[in-house]
């Protein structure tokens, strides 16, 4: 049976100056640090047997697969279904005792973590990934991919294959940023889940990070 690597990539910084959840809204772009931490990535991964680059949709993530497109001469693909979640708190400051959180027309959006009942359901995300991902595996076989994607639907994804629940503490996911989350493949079977952070760890507490 053919090896073949899928690296779930996250996103680099982004220019975020007044610290909201950006979710999908257009126009948000890798920061002076993210663009220096995609290219990071793209030399980590320079002796890598990439044969695949695909990313999600939304501008910060097709500015960190770029580096890494270019350096295997590769054309970028794009895949929606690694986008970012949807939220109901888009646009809007989220962090804990401040902003949207402190408001009490707010709450009813919070009533349900398990679906969760504040934007698209956990389950629907790594059905969606897992799809991106199978796609990639079969474009790349006997190779390597980089799926460029973000935080929640990588880690949902990796939740969903390890057999974990889904809800979480977001405070605890292992996903910085511009971190791989590498799914290791022995023909169509997942046989290892690796995760590495070329750039460093960074803090998953903070929003729009």
């Given amino acids: ?44 991964l320079a002796d890598h047997d990439i044969a695949h680059v695909v990313a999600s949709p939304l501008d910060r993530a097709q500015q960190t697969a770029s580096p890494i497109a270019d350096s295997h001469r590769l054309e970028l693909a794009t895949d929606a279904r690694l986008i970012e979640a949807d939220n109901l708190f888009e646009g809007l400051k989220v962090a804990v005792g401040d902003g949207a959180l402190r408001s009490p027309r707010h709450w009813p959006k919070l009533v349900n973590p398990f679906r969760p009942s504040w934007g698209e359901p956990y389950l629907e995300i790594a059905h969606r990934m897992l799809g991106a991902v199978q796609r990639a595996r079969s474009a790349a ?3 390597e991919a980089v799926c460029v994607s973000h935080q929640l639907p990588i880690w ?21 940023l511009a971190s791989l989350t590498s799914l290791v493949f022995e023909g169509e079977q997942l ?11 960074t803090n998953p507490r903070v929003t729009g990070a």
């Fill in 156 to 176: 949902t994804l990796r939740r969903f294959l390890e057999g974990k629940r889904m809800w979480h503490d977001p405070r605890r996911r292992e996903c910085s």
């Fill in 191 to 201: 046989v290892r889940v690796v995760y590495t952070e070329p750039v460093g760890a």
């Fill in 141 to 143: 076989e006997g190779h």
């Fill in 1 to 44: 049976m053919s090896r073949t690597v899928v690296h779930m990539l996250r996103h680099g910084e982004v220019h975020n100056p007044t610290g909201i959840l950006y979710g999908r809204l257009p126009g948000f772009t890798l920061s002076e640090r993210g663009q220096k931490q995609a290219l990071t990535v793209a030399e980590h």
